[in-house]
């Protein structure tokens, strides 16, 4: 019996792009999916460049338009992985027409946007689902399992730290990802929205927030162009203002009653992606640490006082999330397959008419921590959410 295929249109195709085409070039050849994808349509601003990507990276034929690519009546899925700015007119497009719509995160550049992005998918009846692509790591998974399953008791402690080093430089260049207008936020939005997400779907909402931002380095030289991972490139002549924030630092309470510590900074020198969520319980701990993605660190308090210590599991048996579709254990996967995991269980999800995790809701209420922590350091006060 032939399977249901569903034709992906995909606008961008930058560092986001790139790892979004390899998740629909692979996922069928890791997991047995209920429906088939086709790369149909890649979209982007620039006519030649965007062909060359989508011969480079597999996709059927090349658009300049996104207003096109949603009106293609042959579309199924329209995938969003531009910058923020432009997330809510796509994606409100893209739910009135009836796709089923993608997004990477954060889902809009302002609450307001999130809620109005929201509303639309839900007024249209359509599946949706945000690229919060760390939930799909097998360790963090099983860390979540663990949780589930009461292993390590009530939860007390939630600490998490999402550090990077690359714009520590004052010449490095002003790229979109340092201006508001485009991002939304520089840190907070960038890398506290995945340690956010990760707390909220290990631990549950987030109740009150006290939060202080700061920028380091307020005026950077122009930039001249992109080089399609992070947004970097060649400094060009004159300079502009760093409007968004270099570090955020906030104290978090739980609807559950934990106590939560949040940092995130693009200044930490050494650190490249230590993207790190500990977990403190009544009965034991947990660690994640994105850097070393394929580890859990579990701290059972039920040990033998002589045996007491962390235990370093490698998530890679065929039984641990995920890892059953890839290789033989200690046989590691990376960072790829985060995302080849997340469209994997979108696919599943949609073909059984179930909701994609994470949603355009878990999106909302990422954004509604998000916004409560800017409010925050605004006001210099406790905010509840």
């Given at each position: 019996m032939s399977k249901k295929k569903l034709n992906v249109a995909l606008i961008g195709y930058q560092f986001m792009g790139k790892a979004h085409s390899n998740a629909y070039r692979q996922?069928?050849?890791?997991?047995?999916?209920?429906?088939?994808?086709?790369?149909?349509?890649?979209?982007?601003?620039?006519?030649?460049a965007v062909r060359a990507a989508a011969e480079r990276l597999g996709w059927e034929q090349a658009e300049t338009d996104w207003r096109n690519v949603v009106a293609d009546p042959s579309i199924d899925i329209v995938d969003i992985a531009t910058p923020g700015n432009s997330h809510a007119e796509i994606a409100i497009a893209a739910a009135q027409a009836g796709k089923i719509v993608f997004c990477e995160k954060p889902i809009g550049n302002t609450l307001d946007e999130a809620k109005t992005m929201l509303d639309a998918v839900k007024k249209a009846g359509v599946p949706n689902a945000v690229f919060h692509n760390y939930r799909k790591s097998p360790a963090m998974a099983l860390a979540k399992q663990l949780i589930d399953d009461?292993?390590?008791?009530?939860?007390?402690?939630?600490?998490?730290?999402?550090?990077?080093?690359?714009?520590?430089?004052?010449?490095?260049?002003?790229?979109?990802?340092?201006?508001?207008?485009?991002?939304?936020?520089?840190?907070?939005?960038?890398?506290?929205?995945?340690?956010?997400?990760?707390?909220?779907?290990?631990?549950?909402?987030?109740?009150?927030?006290?939060?202080?931002?700061?920028?380091?380095?307020?005026?950077?030289?122009?930039?001249?162009?992109?080089?399609?991972?992070?947004?970097?490139?060649?400094?060009?002549?004159?300079t502009g203002q760093v409007d968004v924030d270099d570090a955020t630092l906030f104290l978090a309470r739980f609807q559950c009653g934990a106590v939560g510590t949040f940092e995130s900074t693009r200044f930490a020198l050494g650190r490249k992606n230590y993207n790190r969520i500990e977990i403190n319980g009544s009965?034991?701990?947990?660690?994640?640490?994105?850097?070393?993605?394929?580890?859990?660190?579990?701290?059972?308090?039920?040990?033998?006082?002589?045996?007491?210590?962390?235990?370093?599991?490698?998530?890679?048996?065929?039984?641990h999330p995920y890892m059953g579709g890839y290789w033989p254990v200690a046989h590691i996967i990376g960072y790829e397959h985060t995302f080849i995991n997340l469209v994997a269980d979108a696919l599943t999800a949609i073909a059984e008419g179930r909701p994609c995790s994470p949603d355009f809701e878990d999106g909302y209420q990422n954004q509604r921590v998000l916004d409560a922590v800017e409010r925050?350091?605004?006001?210099?006060?406790?905010?509840s959410l």
């Open positions: 996922v069928g050849r890791f997991f047995d999916l209920p429906v088939e994808v086709h790369m149909k349509t890649l979209c982007g601003r620039t006519d030649a009461g292993k390590i008791g009530t939860v007390y402690h939630v600490r998490a730290v999402y550090l990077q080093d690359w714009i520590v430089d004052p010449q490095f260049p002003l790229v979109w990802r340092l201006q508001r207008s485009i991002a939304g936020s520089g840190t907070l939005g960038d890398l506290g929205a995945h340690i956010i997400d990760a707390a909220r779907f290990l631990v549950g909402e987030f109740s009150d927030v006290c939060g202080h931002q700061t920028t380091f380095i307020k005026e950077r030289p122009l930039a001249a162009a992109a080089d399609g991972k992070l947004g970097a490139g060649a400094a060009g002549t004159g009965k034991g701990s947990l660690v994640f640490n994105q850097e070393r993605m394929n580890e859990l660190e579990y701290y059972d308090n039920d040990d033998p006082e002589a045996t007491h210590g962390f235990r370093l599991i490698q998530a890679t048996e065929g039984c925050s350091a605004n006001s210099k006060q406790w905010v």
